[in-house]
């Protein structure tokens, strides 16, 4: 017989930033008085909203405005896919690897994923343009996540000058006959106890990361990277940046990434919904947090309308010129 199939009440077992929604925040009085608008529900999307509106962080949750400022009108949209609109930015192919040269021996070098087990062969490809190169930038803005060992075989392999400490790690864990002694000391008044502990799923599972070292295959010492981080670069993304950390070649340049890390657990709720709980809660190796908060960059360069419209790549260009720095001896 299998164990029954996980619902929502997963998230009281597995979630692991509980304490961050604060003393007053009840989940369960949160699903009870979720429950009657989901029935309600006079269609799939507003089912839909109601999901996100629970799920959502307390200071997130409001999904529409209140107040005698709020009105409701009607937009006619033209949906042609043949000619789309002047003030609509392309979507940017987003191949696993790209590059090119920048001129004065700078070579740019796009990653945009970490999920792809042939990334080491095409870094392996590239390798004779990065030798030649007297600079690189990397570009993390589109890479997602994916495998953080694929991201720490790149840095092993190719770009990390010194021994590194990956991403420290915790999850809640707990054991069945301890949860259910736990139960039984809860109702007579007993705290502070280890069964007791593992009743109120305050266990925790703690890796304090993995310490790696480069090979004898990393590029010179003498050649700087800048890496383009933002909003979209996140997770695997992420521990990659953490593990580069301290290291004198790399300098971040751009927005503060995503923030968002952890190994998910995926439910599927009735609609063919998919529910992400995050388990693990990620750190730097000294107990800095960025989940929330994100990775934010040595040099700040943010787009601006007036960038957009011009089409300028303000973070690739700050980029340039801290690596221009550099070379020259400025930085």
Known sequence: MSPPSPGLSEAKRSFAYWDKL???FDWDSTYRATLPRIVAAEDYPTYVRELQRFVAPPRA???TRAGAASARRTVQVRRDRGAPSAWLRPARATPLVDSRPLGNGILYL????????????RLDTLRPQMERARAIVIDLRLNPGGNSGNGYRALIEHFATQPFTTSAWKSRMEIQSRRAWGKQEAERGVTGTENRR???GSVWFDSPGERL????TVLARTIPIAVLIGRQT???A????IASDGDPRFTLVGEPTNGSTG???????PGQVTLWICTKRDTYPDGREFVGTGIRPHVTALETVASVRAGTDVALEAGVQVLEERLAGRR
């Open 22 to 24: 604060g003393p007053a």
């Open 61 to 63: 949750r409001p999904l």
């Open 110 to 121: 796009a990653i945009n994923s970490f999920n792809d087990t042939t990334l080491a062969a």
């Open 198 to 200: 593992h009743w109120d």
């Open 213 to 216: 070292a480069p090979k004898a």
């Open 234 to 236: 996140g997770s695997a």
């Open 238 to 241: 992420e521990d990659f940046l």
């Open 263 to 269: 190994q998910p657990l995926f439910l599927t709720l």
